[in-house]
């Protein structure tokens, strides 16, 4: 069983900047495609980025593309989530995800989670 434990957020002034870390443990990180969600208050959960096993590949949602860079560190099965410019309506819960198959972007093909972490960013 993955378990999956975020850390990072916290609060910041729009324009600013957070790094989100996603540490895995009980099963072969390099196995996984890892992403990340977020949930504002009253929203659906969505995605924001994904990466493939390897690092190799990633996909970013057009929200956050060029301010949002995901990155992995196998040797330490850890997952980030550089987030630079940040907005308002970045506000949300951030959640880590993993699954063994193919980098997506579908909700629902992600196997594991983690509890999240809170962002806020103020006007």
């Known amino acids: 069983q993955v378990q999956l434990v975020e850390s990072g957020g916290g609060l910041v002034q729009a324009g600013g900047s957070l790094r989100l870390s996603c540490a895995s443990s009980g099963r072969t990180f390099s196995g996984d495609s890892m992403a990340w969600f977020r949930q504002a208050p009253g929203k659906e959960r969505e995605f924001v980025a994904a990466?493939?096993?390897?690092?190799?590949?990633?996909v970013y949602a057009d929200s956050v593309k060029g301010r949002f860079t995901i990155s992995r560190d196998n040797a330490k099965n850890t997952v980030y989530l550089q987030m630079n410019s940040l907005k308002p309506e970045d506000t949300a819960v951030y959640y880590c995800a993993s699954r063994t198959g193919v980098t997506g972007t579908v909700l629902y093909d992600y196997e594991s989670w983690g509890q999240g972490t809170q962002v806020t960013v103020s006007s």
């Open positions: 990466v493939s096993r390897r690092g190799g590949t990633t």
